[in-house]
């Protein structure tokens, strides 16, 4: 645990909150627990975990036991424990801790999403309680339900051959730097933090 914790700070940008993309056939509960846990350790705040099929999402149970029993073993009962939030802001029980909040998303939760925020915008320009030029990129972001209370991600790993996020969150990806990783099926800490260096070495210039 002082490893992880030291290895955190020993960077020098940490990213706020991480995407965890799986575009891999079959997902891997274990390993992304272990990714989700290792993301509690060094610090970061946030995590989202995404797959093109839904299947974490479906099967959020088995993904919070699995993380719950590899914190208990990777991190002790040392922290104070939080609540998981779902996109759909379902509580499953206090299971996570170390100060992190964890989103578990499919596709419904982009683009999606964003269909239904502009339904909603135009539901208030219909009544009347608002009016076209109201709309702009803060009343999108407020109007959006999937990333309520998150901010966007700094940093996403993509995990598998696909050359794409596959869907993850399309909006709120514009100056989000991405990693493509070979696999997260047996993915090690050190691949991990090797990640987490590459992203803290990155220069972002955004878009100058």
Not at 194 to 208: D, F, I, N, T, V
Request: with cysteine.
């Amino acid at each position: 645990r002082q490893r992880w914790r030291a290895d955190g700070r020993a960077l020098r940008k940490l990213p706020v909150h991480v995407g965890l993309v799986v575009t891999e056939e079959e997902p891997s509960y274990a390993d992304m627990a272990s990714l989700v846990v290792w993301c509690m350790a060094v610090g970061i705040s946030y995590v989202s975990v995404y797959d093109h099929n839904g299947i974490f999402k479906r099967n959020n149970s088995r993904l919070m036991d699995e993380i719950l029993k590899q914190q208990q073993e990777l991190l002790g009962l040392d922290c104070s424990k939080y609540s998981v939030e779902f996109a759909n802001h379902d509580k499953t029980g206090q299971v996570l801790n170390c100060q992190s909040t964890l989103k578990v998303l499919s596709p419904e939760d982009g683009k999606a999403d964003i269909v239904k925020a502009a339904q909603n915008f135009c539901q208030l320009v219909a009544q009347q309680q608002r009016t076209h030029s109201d709309l702009d990129v803060n009343m999108l972001d407020n109007l959006l339900s999937s990333t309520h209370g998150f901010p966007d991600p700094d940093l996403v790993l993509k995990f598998g051959p696909v050359d794409s996020t596959l869907g993850f969150l399309p909006w709120h990806i514009r100056l989000t730097e991405i990693i493509s990783l070979p696999s997260h099926l047996n993915i090690s800490y050190e691949e991990f933090f090797s990640a987490l260096h590459h992203y803290a070495a990155c220069e972002q210039r955004w878009g100058k």
